[in-house]
């Protein structure tokens, strides 16, 4: 079992930037491949940003692609991810997800454990 605990949203201008972090606790094998999500009212998660141990290897999806960073600190078992250039559109609920070692990609079946998220809100 894993479980995954998110902290860093809140409100922030257009154009600002905001750290989101997801600390991961219990199995750490069970938080290899990591990912954050983005979820609006009434609409499906949507990931944005994974990153797998080994390598370690990432990918974005195109709309946060050279605005976001993510990272993680493996000892620690916390992944972050940076946030620069925010939109409006970037309003969110933001849900960090982890799975063991396989399949790794930006598909929600693709996980096995989810935290409750964090809400980032960007004004105009």
């Known amino acids: 079992q894993v479980q995954l605990v998110e902290s860093g949203g809140g409100s922030v201008e257009a154009g600002g930037s905001m750290r989101l972090t997801c600390k991961a606790s219990?199995?750490?094998?069970?938080?290899?491949?990591m990912a954050w999500f983005r979820q609006i009212p009434g609409g499906d998660r949507w990931g944005i940003a994974v990153i797998y141990n080994k390598g370690p290897s990432m990918a974005y999806d195109d709309s946060v692609k050279g605005r976001f960073t993510i990272s993680k600190d493996v000892a620690k078992n916390t992944m972050t991810l940076h946030m620069t250039n925010l939109k409006p559109e970037d309003t969110a609920r933001y849900v960090c997800?982890?799975?063991?070692?396989?399949?790794?990609?930006?598909?929600?079946?693709?996980?096995?454990?989810w935290g409750h998220g964090t809400q980032v809100t960007v004004s105009a």
């Open positions: 219990g199995d750490s094998e069970g938080a290899t491949c």
């Open positions: 997800a982890s799975k063991s070692p396989g399949r790794c990609n930006l598909r929600e079946e693709t996980f096995t454990y």
